[in-house]
């Protein structure tokens, strides 16, 4: 696996592979890799002829008051993972790279990047775009994989893509859980042992919502059932709301619906989703 920190060396090694007429995959992650990134190296290995992953902790996407001082850098460790799994290339730009002195862009996409977290960490999305469509142009990926497990994310760079024109085929993965049902995140490294006891709540409220839900309960009631059975569970709940899939506005008739959620437990934001059938 080449590990490449300059743009000149990334165009050199993904030109060679143009040339020979294979097809190129991007991963895009902030590393502190588990198995939820790596089932997207997986499918990516599985889609393309190349794979390359990236990792950047993107200081764009963080609030004044978030966590970016102490998100998980683990880039040895992320870096043996990656080269084991049959990467080609490991992306690592330094921030001077990606956002160089006098940096004046900001990819905003209206809408859908405005309600649930757009409305709880507001930029948040704009930083997103603006480094996912950094990304696609310094890469030029044919495919890109991103994780369910940040929908709206997922729903944001979607639109984006289209609306952009942009030449990418982006792709989606399953949210990969452990055991009791918690989805895999790199924060949840923070949790505490009693905290991480108690996070399985989030999961189950949103299992028991979609329960709820599909045997003709009122999904209002279900909502404020599970916001409730979270907070007594020790959760500081954001939201637990049911959305359109794709624009993330109101549910509509007819059309495939989400069900998200973002509670903090213990100091740590935890966010969720699952599908519900229209
Ligand atoms: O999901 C992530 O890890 C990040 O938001 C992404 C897509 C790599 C952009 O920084």
Do not use: C
């Not at 966590?67 to 993972?81: I, V």
């Amino acid at each position: 696996m080449q590990t490449v920190r300059q743009l000149e060396a990334l165009r050199e090694a993904i030109a060679a592979w143009r040339q020979a007429g294979e097809r190129v995959a991007l991963v895009p992650t902030m590393g502190a890799l588990h198995d939820g990134h790596m089932a997207l190296v997986d499918a990516a290995r599985r889609a393309a002829d190349r794979v390359v992953v990236s990792i950047f902790v993107n200081p764009k996407q963080f609030g004044p008051n978030e966590d970016l001082a102490k998100y998980p850098r683990k880039e040895a460790a992320d870096s043996r993972l990656l080269a084991g799994a049959g990467v080609d290339l490991l992306w690592l730009p330094p921030v001077e790279v990606m956002y160089p002195e006098g940096f004046a862009t900001n990819v905003s996409v209206s809408g859908v990047s405005e309600v649930l977290e757009g409305a709880h960490r507001p930029g948040h999305f704009d930083g997103v775009a603006t480094v996912v469509a950094k990304l696609f142009n310094q890469v030029q990926p044919d495919l890109a994989f991103f994780g369910e497990k940040d929908w709206q994310q997922l729903a944001v760079i979607r639109r984006m893509t289209v609306d952009l024109n942009l030449a990418v085929d982006v792709q989606s993965v399953l949210t990969q859980r452990d055991d009791d049902g918690l989805a895999l995140s790199s924060r949840n490294a923070f949790l505490m042992p009693e905290d991480r006891a108690r996070a399985v709540a989030l999961p189950r409220a949103l299992g028991a919502v979609a329960k709820a839900i599909g045997e003709g309960g009122d999904a209002q009631e279900a909502l404020a059932q599970a916001r409730e059975t979270l907070t007594a569970a020790g959760f500081d709940v954001d939201y637990v709301a049911l959305a359109d899939a794709e624009s993330l506005g109101d549910p509509q008739p007819g059309r495939p619906m989400r069900l998200l959620a973002a509670a903090r437990i213990g100091g740590t934001r935890l966010i969720d989703n699952i599908a519900l059938p229209a």
